[in-house]
């Protein structure tokens, strides 16, 4: 849904402009990630205080009949451990439940149920995203017996097997920061597409980039993807399923912009990419770092540059979304000069 998202600095003159235009949606709960605020509004309203961004909200009345609800249900002590907020993909929401809570995850379950209109079936994380396809396992708990959804982001709408592709919902305004910056005529690579946000969402924010080559290793994400480009009927978008390393260097293009979007080993293809880009391309490189030290991701860029003997500079560093305490996905924007 529509969101007003302001720097923390500008917080309280935003919200007071949105409070006194009564631009505020209270259905939804206002939400805080990384060094921005999100509050959900109405309709759209041109400010310098903010920026207009899609964000999935929870639902105020929701949570709070949902906490009463399991209040009642469960212990104080299991109530202590209870965790109302949770991801939804599409109409399926997954929710993490601590190990005190196992014995009750039906019951917390079928509350999440109750209480949500949109949703119609809830899995509970049972692992970590692991493996070369970022992929993690999901145990089905309650309502429909699906782990498909069809998700919509950024004006596109998505079909995925949530255990089989990973998909993070939290993504959705960084996909939407890069689209901002393309440019009418590029011809841009999208690594590591999964069932293919990026390219979708950048193409229909910017219909006027020339081409996108999309490479995804994991055939299920592929299919997935083919079948999302078809439904939103966009063009342009060339999908390859395999490996970045063998496909990229095959590819005849050069390009004008690269995204990497594989924080945990993207530096291991920043070779890859340097040799697919064309001089003064931009580089939207991802990784997951400890606040203390961000720098270590323009530190392995500045490594890979030189190996290729390519000059760079940064344009930005931004956090989008928080991998652990303190550990935070970050993306570096960064241009070959
Ligand atoms: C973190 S996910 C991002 C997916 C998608 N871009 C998104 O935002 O939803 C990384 C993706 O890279 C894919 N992948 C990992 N190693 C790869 C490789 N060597 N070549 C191509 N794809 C790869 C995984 O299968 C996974 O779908």
């Not at 209480?115 to 993690?136: C, D, M, P, V, Y």
């Amino acid at each position: 849904m529509l969101a007003a998202k302001a720097r923390l600095e500008n917080v309280e003159k935003a919200r007071i402009f949105l409070t006194e235009r009564g631009l505020i949606d209270n259905d939804f709960k206002m939400a805080k990630d990384g060094d921005y605020f999100y509050f959900p509004i109405k309709k759209k309203m041109k400010s310098d205080l903010f920026a207009i961004v899609s964000y999935n909200f929870e639902t105020r009345k929701s949570n709070e009949d949902l906490r009463s609800t399991l209040s009642k249900k469960l212990t104080k002590k299991e109530f202590a451990h209870l965790k109302t907020s949770f991801d939804t993909i599409g109409s399926i929401a997954i929710l993490e439940i601590d190990k005190e809570l196992r014995k009750k995850e039906k019951i917390i379950a079928d509350s999440v149920l109750a209480a949500n209109k949109n949703l119609r079936t809830i899995l509970r994380k049972s692992g970590r995203h692991s493996g070369e396809f970022r992929t993690q396992k999901l145990k089905y708990i309650t309502g429909e017996r699906t782990k498909e959804a069809v998700h919509k982001e950024n004006g596109v709408v998505m079909k995925l097997d949530v255990e089989k592709v990973y998909f993070s919902p939290r993504l959705s305004t960084e996909r939407q920061r890069v689209a901002n910056q393309t440019k009418p005529g590029e011809n841009i690579l999208c690594m590591f597409s999964g069932c293919g946000p990026y390219p979708l969402v950048l193409i229909k924010l910017q219909p006027r980039i020339k081409s996108i080559v999309s490479v995804e290793k994991n055939p299920v994400a592929v299919k997935y993807q083919k079948e999302n480009i078809a439904m939103n009927k966009l063009q342009k978008i060339d999908v390859f399923c395999g490996d970045v390393r063998k496909i990229v260097p095959k590819l005849k293009n050069r390009f004008d912009r690269i995204l990497m979007p594989l924080p945990k080993n993207a530096a291991d293809f920043l070779d890859v990419a340097l040799a697919a880009a064309k001089k003064g391309a931009t580089v939207h490189f991802y990784d997951f770092l400890h606040e203390s030290s961000f720098n270590d991701a323009v530190e392995k860029i500045k490594a890979a540059c030189e190996k290729s003997k390519l000059s760079f500079k940064v344009l930005s560093i931004n956090k989008c979304g928080q991998h652990a305490p303190r550990v935070f996905r970050i993306c570096v924007d960064f241009k070959l000069i």
